[in-house]
């Protein structure tokens, strides 16, 4: 357990004062304009402990919004909210990242009375959870030149984050979202250099790390991958040379460090001989963030056990704010419920 409290380095430019990091966790408590607001700002303060915090994702655009009230990054009204959270957190000396997301065919015009845009025109089969009167789309594939343009606009949702305060971004490519459906066939039928090879599929997202690289530094970049298709979008076993494809192109690259995305990392894939994360842990070379239902014994354990470097926690921070300080004492720690979604404490 000891080596989960002391400081870990990713970088010469980040080293971490522990092992901890926040997993990022969708609040939908944003206010008019999708602007973070000062409960926020408290919310994310009370967590300043936590090695490195990881915002709520955060839209890069309108068009990218799939649930209410997420907060975005994209205009003066919102990076001057962020930065009183990123200032409170400073405050306590912490450090937080912002989750850079596009939802893809997850977003409904509901929200941005646009089109929904994504690699192909497949849609997903559901409604949109707290509104569940919003069915799926069948999106529109994106051209060429609109997916050069995501390219641009997540690029510049990064060095927004980096004025408004961030210590850095973490890229959202997990989850079934929009650069998780290039990376599965299930959600990506192109014919075009953005589909059907390994190669082409891992195109847009290596576009988006190497664009927000070349914007803000590589060093102040992660990514979340979510390999195992769970949530949102089907698996199919040719995902593998896909992924194998990208994180041998990611071990070329100097990122801070790869998240897996997964709610509970006992889950396992045939298509991945086992544990998503064990797959990216023999896949990629760099940092690798461990999460799913891990608690701190848990967590201690695998690290032990080389299988990740450091240890993401979601929902046992939304029930304890003083999760680190509990953990530190050995004091119970409240467990968590849905319920508590409804308010940020
Ligand atoms: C999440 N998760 C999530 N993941 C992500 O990449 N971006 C997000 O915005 C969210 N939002 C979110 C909201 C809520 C309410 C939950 C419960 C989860 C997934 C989260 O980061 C994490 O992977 C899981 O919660 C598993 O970790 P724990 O909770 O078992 O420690
Ligand atoms: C990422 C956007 C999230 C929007 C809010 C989600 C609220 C989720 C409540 C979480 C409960 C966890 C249950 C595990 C889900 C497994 C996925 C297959």
Not at 101 to 120: D, Q, T
Not at 206 to 222: F, H, N, P, T, Y
Not at 252 to 267: E, K, M, N, Q
Not at 321 to 338: G, I, T
Request: proline letters at 5%; a negative charge.
């Amino acid at each position: 357990m000891d080596t989960l409290f002391q400081p870990y380095r990713l970088n010469g430019t980040l080293t971490l004062a522990n092992r901890f990091m926040m997993a990022p966790l969708t609040r939908c408590m944003a206010g008019p304009g999708l602007v973070p607001t000062e409960q926020m700002a408290a919310y994310y303060a009370r967590r300043a402990d936590i090695g490195l915090i990881i915002s709520e994702a955060t839209i890069i655009r309108p068009d990218g919004q799939g649930y209410p009230n997420t907060p975005g990054l994209y205009s003066p009204e919102q990076i001057e909210g962020w930065k009183q959270v990123t200032g409170a957190v400073h405050a306590k000396g912490g450090k937080i990242f912002a989750q850079l997301w596009h939802v893809g065919r997850l977003s409904h015009p509901f929200f941005h009375h646009a089109e929904v845009l994504a690699p192909s025109a497949v849609a997903h089969e559901g409604t949109v959870p707290r509104m569940r009167e919003l069915v799926y789309q069948v999106p529109r594939a994106l051209t060429v030149a609109e997916i050069e343009q995501l390219v641009e606009d997540y690029a510049t949702a990064a060095a927004n984050a980096i004025e408004a305060g961030f210590d850095g971004v973490e890229i959202h490519g997990a989850n079934g979202y929009l650069i998780d459906q290039f990376l599965h066939h299930s959600s990506n039928l192109r014919d075009d250099q953005y589909g059907g090879t390994p190669e082409n599929m891992s195109r847009f997202a290596l576009a988006v790390v190497d664009a927000i690289s070349a914007r803000i530094g590589a060093e102040r970049v992660g990514l979340r991958l979510s390999p195992g298709a769970y949530v949102h979008l089907a698996g199919d076993k040719r995902d593998r040379a896909v992924f194998d494809h990208l994180l041998a192109e990611l071990n070329r690259r100097t990122l801070a460090y790869v998240h897996l995305g997964i709610f509970d990392d006992s889950l396992t894939f045939d298509y991945l001989d086992g544990r998503a994360s064990d797959y990216l842990r023999a896949h990629y070379d760099g940092h690798l963030v461990g999460v799913g239902n891990y608690s701190a014994e848990t967590a201690a354990e695998a690290i032990k056990a080389d299988r990740f470097d450091l240890i993401a926690i979601g929902r046992p921070l939304i029930a304890n704010p003083d999760y680190l300080s509990k953990v530190k004492q050995a004091e119970p720690l409240v467990p968590y419920a849905d319920a508590m979604l409804a308010e940020l404490v």
